[in-house]
């Protein structure tokens, strides 16, 4: 018998099918070991090495895994193909070890780009080794991810009270987030004019050329400078002298379609086109290439997502050349395939670009199974897939020149003679100027022909900063920079978000203060290991681990000498030294001069106290000089800046509009908090956005999640929350479709009747599949038929819970040894608290019992009335303690309740 290991349960299903018997597929559910998060997991001193333990979750998988192999021929490891997935092999061959449980076991290692049939078979035909240098360059990133993460973390907690954390990637993309803030706060707009003008020519119609020249001069961008210099050249125009056309120039340019997708140009590409962000992408890329059921079988739509290469496989080559030919014509097909190269220096692992694993399944092929992302991102592939492999587009560009007397304006403009790969696919641009303007047309001119002037047309303009780093263009920048890698870039962006360090704002990312204290102290003390150079230089020497061209150990030894010395200088460093370097670094952004003159670090209290950044047990804050005299603090941000996203949602904002149904879609704060809402409130509401008609349909509202900001909500976001909930997919075991959503309580996961509420750091949005059952499975089991108790709320007459059910006969609620059936008219999954006591007050009263009533603190609503009258009698006997016995009393209620 073989013992196939892979990551997922979903792929173990669909594997264990093309492999048929003889095989027995299991999940290691991703890594199965990690480093402990405390200090001593990597020991220096002891030449790096490291201490290992198993995940508590992933124990009874190591188990399932072991018992299977006891009784195997072969192991085989069929996990990722990638630098994790060659760890995670690692991992579970090393545990197997220990554990005794590879005597007489064959291992072998097995990859494959795609989860189809085809591939799987093709990869167990040729099975290989475990990749020592791969293995190598994992343990040494994980190590210098722990070294720096569990070293400079104590060091901001010690000298900078309120930080979070600091990471060997993740400070880096923060110092260039904050950096870029740094430059639009000190950028000072500058004034220009342009000048147009409206010529028409002897066919009548209209173009516009703008003023290049003037008396023979070329004018620079600010040689315009104001408004006196505008008006002069305006007159010199207007001054009557004839315009012609001095000169046309044409030529003929040809657009290449863009290279197939790697994981840097997908994050940027869905963050440009559909909205996603980065995570949410890799998200539901991960869905895509583990398989959707077409047809009874379970297929991969996408190869590999994970990837730096752009080279696409011969056979997927075939299939787009012969797919454009059919469709498109001869016309778009090149006369020889197109063979792309991967730019960068060190592409991880070769792997093959991101594409579907059959181009003859169309977007509308598989629209019926999947939910509206995965159609748009798996559309997204195809399209660039295909568009990769057709031939150019051709423009034809045209310059004119006209002048006057002294002058010469220009006119440009293109024409698309053939649209080639545009018909299918264009790249959208981080800024619109960026675009060809291929729409914008010239009239047919000739040379030494009379134009008559139109208008002359003078316009204002100021410099603009450079743009605040969206999602794409950040990844984009780390990408050049050489910074991390495409797979990790999700997790940075991520992690900045979860620690407050930065917020996303209309989809650019802003930096926190928080953010910009950690910058301004890891760049004053830190400095060389935040620094772009030296850690892309890092990650060449962690590619050249994995090329197996340098020991990984002796990066480490470099890397640590230096680091360790760098952190010892720290200790001798006071408070006062890292507050006066922070004041110093960022008083500009906490201190901005003031329009009208006035000192911004002067004292609003006290008048004559000079402001400045104060550390305290919970942070940075703004103080008086004064102090004690003075007590004048304010939090650390700018007046006016933070926190008033919430306080200015007076009323409804609306997000835009939803597709589907053309209804607004708006974020409105009630008494319970902000939430989103589809369609209008009836007009004879209440005032309080519920309707008093109850004839009336009411429109569709969830709450926002907690940690998720107003002030970031996007209409796609809004749209995705008000699709909850949301099917994540099928457990392994018990075919139960799992599904997500946000209930009364915040956000759940629900399969069958069992629930899970998912704790802070899960997004209702993005959690997967893998992660779902893992979360599902440490419910416990209880009550009738060993289904799974959801809390429903708490009983508002003793607070005690009440919880949700799954029965033979259906759902039912329980309230102490109160039990009722939800009817069946009504939605289990979206009970409230208010339906569930009215459920339960009706089956009391059906069965001759008094329904919960609140009392003056004695939750004794649902004890019987002799125990009640008993407790009375026994309070009445004893008179010496009625403090003792009124508690008494109250307890024997709620036992019996």
Sequence with gaps: MNVVVVESPAKAKTINKYLGPGYTVVASFGHVRDLPAKDGSVLPAEDFSMSWVVDARAETRLKEIAKAVR????????????????????????????????????????????ITKNAVLDAMRHPRTLDKELIDAYLARRALDYLVGFTLSPVLWRKLPGSRSAGRVQSVALRLVCEREAEIEAFKPREYWTV????????????????????????????????????????????????????????????????PFTTSTLQQESSRKLSLSASRTMQIAQRLYEGVDLGGETVGLITYMRTDGVQLSQEAITGARRLIEQRYGPKYLPESPRIYKTAAKNAQEAHEAIRPTDLSRRPEDVARVLDRDQLRLYELIWKRTVASQMASAVLDQVSVDTSAKGATLRATGSTLVFDGFLTLYQEDRDDPAEDDQSERRLPKLEQGERLAREAILPEQHFTQPPPRYSEASLVKKLEELGIGRPSTYASILQVLQDRDYVRLDKRRFIPEDRGRVVTAFLTSF???????????????????????????????REFWSAFSQAVEGTKDLSIGQVIETLDEELGRHFFPESETGANPRACPACQNGRLSLKLGKFGAFVGCSNYPECRYTRRLAIEGENGEADAELTGPKELGQDPATGLPVSLRKGPYGTYVQLGETPANGDGNGKAKDKTKEKPKRVSLPRGMSPAELSLDKALALLALPREIGRHPESGETITAGIGRFGPYLKR????????RDEDVLTIGLNRAVDLLADVKTRGRGGDTGNTVGEHPADNKPITLHSGRYGPYLRHGKLLASVPKSMDADTLTIDQAVEILAAQAEKKGKKPAKKTNGAANGAAKPKAKAKTKAKAKAKPKAPGRKAATASGAAESES
């Design 71 to 114: 009784n195997a021929d072969q192991l085989i490891l069929a996990t990722d193909p990638d630098r994790e997935g060659e760890a995670i092999s690692w991992h579970i061959t090393e545990e197997l070890r220990r554990r005794k449980a590879l005597q007489n076991v064959d291992v072998k290692r097995v990859v494959f780009n795609e």
């Design 752 to 759: 069958g009747a069992a629930y899970k509420s998912l704790p």
């Design 196 to 259: 147009d003008a409206r010529l028409r020519t002897a066919a009548d119609t209209v173009f516009t050329a703008r003023l290049t020249h003037l008396d023979g001069r070329k004018l620079d961008k600010f040689d315009l400078a104001n408004e006196a210099t505008a008006k002069a050249a305006v007159a010199r125009l207007e001054a009557g002298d004839p315009f012609t056309v001095a000169s046309i120039e044409r030529k003929t340019v040809r657009r290449n379609p863009f290279a």
């Design 526 to 556: 830190f400095e060389r290991y935040v620094e772009y150079n030296f850690t892309a230089e890092l990650e060449e020497q962690l590619d050249d681990i994995s090329g197996g061209r340098i020991d990984w150990k002796t990066v480490l």
